[in-house]
């Protein structure tokens, strides 16, 4: 039933893990590996994940769209200056 409260949640409505973690009183690491199992189960629902990636403020490197949490610098240029990887889960069309 966890699982399905964030798909309410998280309907055309993009939340970065932390924001997420905080709305539902959960530790952001738990609430990870619940997030990564409910887009494995939106496979088999009318539904899909959006996942916009973290990306570097400083020199705008893409962090890859499997980390959902908030890396701790860039590889590329060493910066902390990094945006949360933001999901979402939207309808099948």
């Known amino acids: 039933m966890f699982r399905k409260d964030m798909i309410g949640i998280l309907h055309d409505q ?6 997420l973690a905080v709305l539902l009183e959960v530790h952001p690491k738990e609430l990870e590996d619940d997030l990564h199992h409910l887009i494995r189960s939106l496979r088999n629902m009318p539904y899909h994940a959006i996942i916009t990636p973290a990306t570097c403020r400083k020199c705008g ?3 890859h769209k499997d980390k959902l949490h908030k890396p701790g610098k860039c590889p590329r240029c060493h910066g902390t200056w990094i945006n949360d990887p933001l999901i979402s889960i939207e309808e099948r069309r």
């Not at 993009?14 to 924001?19: D, I, Q, V």
């Open 14 to 19: 993009p939340a970065s893990l932390h924001e």
């Open 61 to 63: 490197f893409v962090f």
